[in-house]
């Protein structure tokens, strides 16, 4: 499962997209929430930071399929 | 006829905006557009970037054009951000809307801008003279 | 520094505002365009025509401009009005105002428009196919 | 006295500058107004109608003097 990184997301891992191991997939936003904040703290750390389903907004309770375009969306600054 | 113009672009000529929003119904156009600012909380900035999730960034912001022609009676709306590495004082965004009366165009126009700020996924990062900082990242 | 430009032209070029309002220490700028609609109240608008007690009109948009800029902290401000003949989709007044946060800049362009539209001595008279019509004139 | 006339105040009279005939010279802002109303009933129908002073809104108490600069104001309607 490949997850595009952005902004500070990006500078976090180190590069702008990440591939969560097959052992670790997550199979809900929720999950991909926690296991990036236990992997990498800096997570924890954010404002606030929201997960993009197919590049829309997607609650915590969503499920992941495999072929979804996931994003991690830290704190918007636009404008 | 209500018209949108959507746009991600790499450097903004605000210079057009008007003619992009004129209108033989519309008696008002009210505009803002945002800008570099030299100085944040007394720190001189040297450049900002402007980082976007483009796909995602277009569908925000067409959803935001599209709420804000449900909530107001516009004729035509326009939001435009920039990406990239922007100097002092150039232009970042551009919102506007036009109408027959200015309340509507004034309401709208700034419906457009805030929403924008909470909704599209575009980062800023702050260039100073020894850091760099992404801007509302962190508490 | 607070600059202020105020003038009564002939004809307005919308297109040179954000450069007249741009300013280092501003991050926003908000700028009303007043055009003229083709339609009042069904009946269609063949032209306006627009007149001034000009040295009046001047120091009454002066007025708005310094008071603007004590309620709010601006960086730059602008009205600008037309006179003469103008045509369907012309601009015919221009007010904006450039400020380190958007909120003053909103608050002060609509100030400017709604005062200026109170107490500028320019009078509009809308001309129909049939009948001309000294606008707001009569009750 | 002349008193400059603009937008329908002009069309009223029927020209841009009005002299008040010496007898009838206004020694007020009020009696101005008072006067254009009874000589040119048209004013009396108007929305409001103001009074400017050396290019001034004027109260209706001011006096006025010979060397003023006096203009009607009809309801303005500019933007």
Redesign the interface.
């Known amino acids: 499962m490949d997850v595009l990184l952005f902004g500070i997301a990006k500078d976090i891992i180190g590069k702008s997209e990440f591939e969560v191991p097959t052992d670790d997939i997550p199979k809900s936003v929720q999950e991909l929430k926690e296991y990036l904040i236990k992997k990498f703290p800096d997570f924890g750390k954010l404002s606030s930071f929201a997960v993009a389903v197919n590049s829309e907004y997607a609650l915590d309770d969503v499920t992941l399929n495999g072929n979804d375009e996931i994003a991690i969306i830290p704190p918007v600054s636009g404008g | 006829m209500s018209e949108k113009i959507i746009e991600i672009v790499d450097d903004i000529d605000?210079?057009?905006v008007?003619?992009e929003l004129?209108?033989?119904?519309?008696?008002?156009?009210?505009?803002?557009?945002?800008?570099?600012?030299?100085?944040t909380q007394g720190e001189e900035v040297v450049s900002l970037e402007?980082?976007?999730?483009k796909?995602?960034?277009l569908?925000e912001m067409d959803k935001i054009a599209v709420d804000a022609m449900e909530k107001w009676k516009l004729n035509k709306v326009i939001i435009r951000?920039a990406v990239g590495l922007k100097k002092?004082?150039a232009?970042?965004?551009v919102v506007g809307a036009?109408s027959?009366h200015?309340d509507a165009?004034?309401e709208a126009?700034?419906y457009l801008?805030d929403t924008?700020?909470?909704?599209?996924?575009?980062?800023?990062?702050e260039m100073f003279e020894n850091k760099t900082v992404?801007?509302?990242?962190?508490?």
Chains 1, 4 share one sequence.
């Open positions: 605000a210079s057009s008007f003619t004129s209108d033989a119904h519309s008696g008002g156009i009210c505009v803002f557009v945002g800008t570099v600012r030299e100085f402007f980082e976007t999730y796909k995602m960034a569908k951000h002092v004082e232009p970042v965004v036009s027959a200015r165009c004034f126009c700034r801008i924008l700020k909470e909704t599209v996924p575009i980062w800023k990062k992404w801007v509302s990242a962190h508490p």
